[in-house]
């Protein structure tokens, strides 16, 4: 949708956009107009350039003047019910711009732990995995429903988790985590151009294999109607290192009955399947599915025929 009060060059940001193509190591060139009709953002209507909302989110001097709430709150809370604010900030700016001070803000609060490891740099352990968070925000962005004015996209950082919160209006017949789904076409062909995600729909993928990387816990996503929430926790290294009587806490004490019909299900089919594997199926960490595991055989469920390499798993009915 063309933005009526926009008018090129006054509120066109020449900076912003030059920096865009840096992003995106897209040449130059002296023709700016062509390049923005190119890009998608804008068409020319009796000699004038008119730009779209996406373009006005991406390259106006001041986006928020035309679309106030495209802003993004970033709060930290001393207590985990989120009442007792110690920081907020409302940051404003390109879309590109926002999504790197919100991580600015993740950054600045959250905690680090040290691992000496005989090398001379000691090795810094993060309380969060910090790409893949940034990779939500960029989706909490890119598919927020920016028809609806009354609502901002939210993180809060709170004691023992981060959420993250903005308003959508949930597809028909979406099916979360399989469903390919783009809701603003423009905003995404232009952050895939900076590389700030991808337009293929593989975003739960990427932060998947980011929070196995950092042996941290895959987020919490909840979609309801209006409402899309992905709530990180605490990563399981960082927590190890200082305090792992927390982590411990956060162990269940026996198999999620969903899980262990699951571990048994992938075996009936593959006998041979490997811990790997399983973990990879199931979204949850190798020694998650060793501790499954040595639970089901202690409860005479399932059997190891065999060694490691070269046996096979045995489901006792």
């Avoid at 063309?2 to 920096?19: A, L, W």
């Avoid at 900076?194 to 729909?201: L, Q, R, W, Y």
């Avoid at 975003?203 to 294999?209: D, K, M």
């Avoid at 399981?236 to 048994?264: F, M, S």
């Amino acid at each position: 949708m063309i933005e009526p009060k926009f008018r090129y060059p006054e509120d066109f940001d020449s900076d912003r956009f030059h920096r865009f193509l840096d992003l995106g190591s897209i040449s130059k060139i002296d023709d700016i107009e062509t390049m923005l009709l190119n890009l998608g953002v804008a068409e020319k209507k009796e000699k004038h350039l008119l730009l779209n909302n996406a373009g006005i989110l991406f390259f106006a001097k001041e986006p928020q003047r035309f679309i106030p709430w495209s802003v993004f709150t970033v709060a930290l809370f001393k207590d985990d019910a989120g009442t007792d604010v110690i920081d907020r900030k409302e940051i404003e700016g390109s879309l590109f711009e926002i999504v790197e001070e919100v991580m600015k803000f993740v950054k600045l609060y959250a905690k680090v732990a040290y691992r000496f490891t005989g090398a001379p740099q000691r090795e810094n352990i993060y309380e969060y995995p910090f790409e893949a968070i940034r990779e939500a925000v960029i989706n909490s962005v890119m598919h927020k429903y920016y028809f609806e004015h009354g609502h901002n996209n939210i993180l809060k950082f709170l004691p023992t988790c981060i959420k993250i919160e903005d308003y959508w209006v949930k597809p028909d017949h979406f099916v979360l985590g399989k469903t390919v789904f783009r809701r603003n076409r423009i905003i995404a062909d232009l952050f895939a151009r900076i590389h700030f995600g991808e337009k293929m729909g593989t975003g739960f993928e990427r932060i998947r294999e980011m929070c196995k990387k950092e042996n941290a816990p895959f987020p919490e996503i909840e979609a309801t109607e209006n409402y899309f929430y992905v709530t990180f926790k605490q990563s399981h290294e960082y927590l190890k290192h200082v305090a792992p009587e927390t982590l411990k806490k956060h162990v269940p004490e026996d198999v999620p009955e969903k899980r262990r019909k699951d571990i048994l299900k992938f075996i009936r089919k593959d006998k041979r399947v490997t811990i790997p594997d399983l973990a990879h199926r199931l979204h949850v960490t190798e020694k998650t599915i060793k501790r499954d595991i040595e639970k089901l055989k202690k409860r005479g469920r399932l059997k190891r025929i065999g060694p490691d390499k070269g046996g096979y798993w045995d489901v006792i009915q």
